[in-house]
């Protein structure tokens, strides 16, 4: 794993005021998850921001994530 955070993005996950799911993500990807999990997610907030601090889990490079939530 790289553990280089320049450039990445933390994609968040919240239910009201609660985070609920944090990633690390190269910025095309993780403006791509936010794409694709925006209308799975209806009312809940997504957000991409500078990873700057964090314990985020990367999204997986082989793009696992992605079958589960585009049909």
Same mark, same amino acid.
């Given at each position: 794993? =790289? *553990?280089?955070?320049?450039?990445?993005?933390?994609?968040?996950? +919240?239910?009201? !005021?609660?985070?609920?799911?944090?990633?690390?993500?190269?910025? !095309?990807?993780?403006?791509?998850?936010?794409?694709?999990m *925006?209308?799975?997610?209806?009312?809940?907030?997504? *957000?991409v !921001? =500078?990873?700057? *601090?964090?314990?985020?889990?990367?999204?997986?490079?082989s793009?696992?994530? +992605?079958?589960?939530?585009?049909?």
């Amino acid at each position: 794993m =790289n *553990t280089d955070r320049g450039g990445r993005k933390m994609v968040r996950i +919240w239910l009201g !005021d609660h985070l609920i799911a944090e990633y690390l993500a190269e910025p !095309d990807r993780a403006s791509r998850y936010q794409r694709v999990m *925006t209308p799975k997610f209806t009312g809940l907030r997504i *957000t991409v !921001d =500078n990873a700057a *601090t964090g314990k985020a889990s990367e999204l997986p490079s082989s793009e696992q994530l +992605w079958p589960l939530t585009v049909q």
